[in-house]
């Protein structure tokens, strides 16, 4: 799935300035699941298949308040 074709929920408001793309995103998909971009994290070994991310709180809320939850 490209990026092109995800709705993104966060980074396009008010917040701090990301080059290339490269800051922690919430993007809704087609389908009504979600794809998170963040740092990645090492905090416990995820299933196979799964892996993990760490976002900061404001990005959550952002996502939270565009979905109108």
């Given at each position: 799935?490209?990026?092109?074709?995800?709705?993104?929920?966060?980074g396009?408001?008010?917040?701090?300035?990301?080059?290339?793309?490269?800051?922690?995103n919430?993007?809704?998909t087609?389908?009504?699941?979600f794809?998170?971009q963040?740092?990645?994290s090492?905090?416990?070994?995820?299933?196979?298949g799964e892996?993990?991310?760490?976002?900061?709180?404001?990005v959550?809320r952002?996502?939270?308040?565009?979905?109108g939850?």
């Amino acid at each position: 799935m490209a990026r092109e074709e995800l709705i993104r929920l966060t980074g396009n408001t008010a917040g701090p300035t990301c080059d290339d793309d490269d800051c922690p995103n919430v993007y809704r998909t087609r389908r009504g699941s979600f794809v998170v971009q963040g740092d990645a994290s090492d905090a416990f070994t995820p299933p196979a298949g799964e892996g993990l991310v760490e976002i900061p709180e404001h990005v959550l809320r952002e996502a939270v308040r565009a979905l109108g939850w």
